[in-house]
Each structure stands twice: as C-alpha cells, then as structure tokens.
C-alpha cells in the first residue's frame, strides 16, 4: 500500500511569512494527525481529524496556525505569519479508526524561518 | 496528561553489543504502544506495535515488551549493527499518541 505522501519536502522562509504543507493520508484511513517535531525532541501532536471533523486541536497556536481535511482525505496545515521558533519538522500520520491498529507517518517537512 | 520518558538520551556502543532501551509513562490507561525508528532528517517508521493486552513483541533482532501496570517498556535489540544507528521513539496511545524524548543510539563499526 503506498504511504503517507507529504510535500514539500523542504522549505526556507522569512519570519513573518506565511506556508502551507500537504498531506494525503493512506487510502481509507480516516484518522489523520499533524505533529511538530523540534529539533532534538519527540514529535508534539498539533491537531487530530477524523474524517473531516477536528477532534483534538488543543495544542495548535490558533493565533497563528490553522488547518483543515477536505472531504475527509487530503490535509493541509499552513502557517501565518511564521516565527522564528516554528522552525521545525512537520509530520502527518494517518491511522485506521480502530485503536488496535498503529499510525503511519510521512516522510516530513522540514522548515526554516529565517 | 501522558507523560513519556526514555533512558538514555544517548547511547554510544560497539558493533555486536546487545542493547536495551529504556521508555516509561505516566497514564497506564492505553490502548496500545509503538517504537519507531528516526534516521536524521527522515520521517517516523514503525518498528513494533505491542497491544495492551499484550507482554511482548519480536521483529527479527527486536523484542519490544509491555508493563502496562507499572508504565513501563523495553526495546531489545540483539547483536547490534551500524546500520541500527538512528533515534528509537516509544509512543503509547491513550487518547492520543504521545511520544518521549527519544534515545539516539551511534553503533560503532
């Protein structure tokens, strides 16, 4: 089964810029999760979809940060404006609803504000 | 709130070695736990996935094991190659996947 397709793969901006990052998650999974992931640190959950509704988006810096799953498939998380400190890698993992299976995850992007 | 903790950070060892990492969790009410593997500037693969009705995992050299009572799991890796080297992550699920810090493991030719 092909993966978790994510792109672009790297991405250099200026602070106060605004990104977007692409996610499609494995065909059929219908749970669909972005983290960041700091350099030197474990992955931080941002936001979780099922289908296309937000379950869990506790820890996404609303100010700043938004995404959303269109028609319950591909995701896209964007950043604006972007800080220094949102330099990161952001990763999208999909997984099957029901909890006796593990998540999938993307190969990554990884951005640099400058 | 899940909180997850891996001994040791860094772990520096000779080609050959036998090696145990080391991952414990504040919250024993999951559903599930997995250990992945991270090679620099390269996404999350999925190296064992233990249920929690489960004791123990084994994929090839690795043994993964599961006490979910005291919040603990061990990562096994026999006979230790090179190519192992990379940042093992341990991430239980309870109501969402949480990770540790991640033990980053050099093996030595």
């Known amino acids: 089964e092909a993966g978790v397709a994510q792109s672009p793969r790297y991405k250099i901006i200026e602070k106060r810029q605004s990104v977007a990052f692409w996610c499609n998650p494995i065909?059929?999974?219908?749970?669909l999760y972005w983290y960041q992931q700091i350099l030197g640190q474990g992955p931080k959950l941002l936001i979780q979809?099922?289908?296309?509704?937000?379950?869990?988006d506790s820890q996404l810096p609303k100010d700043r940060f938004s995404a959303e799953r269109l028609k319950g498939v591909d995701s896209t998380l964007k950043i604006q404006p972007a800080k220094l400190e949102d330099s990161a890698v952001y990763l999208c993992?999909?997984?099957?609803?029901?909890?006796?299976?593990?998540?999938?995850f993307g190969s990554g992007t990884r951005l640099t504000v400058v | 709130k899940q909180e997850v903790t891996q001994i040791p950070a860094a772990l520096s060892v000779p080609e050959g070695e036998n090696l145990v990492l080391n991952c414990s969790f504040t919250?024993?009410?999951?559903?599930?736990l997995q250990w992945f593997r991270q090679d620099p500037g390269k996404g999350l693969t999925s190296l064992l996935l233990?249920?929690?009705?489960?004791r123990e995992q084994t994929s090839g050299r690795l043994n993964a094991s599961l006490d979910k009572s005291s919040g603990r799991s061990t990562l096994y890796i026999a006979a230790s190659q090179p190519g192992d080297s990379a940042t093992y992550l341990c991430?239980?699920?309870?109501?969402?996947?949480?990770f540790g810090g991640g033990t980053r493991l050099m093996v030595k030719p």
């Open positions: 919250d024993s009410a999951i559903y599930n």
């Open positions: 233990i249920q929690s009705s489960q």
């Open positions: 065909s059929g999974h219908a749970t």
């Open positions: 993992a999909s997984s099957l609803t029901d909890k006796l299976y593990g998540y999938t």
């Open positions: 979809f099922q289908n296309n509704g937000v379950v869990d």
């Open positions: 991430a239980p699920l309870s109501n969402m996947l949480t």
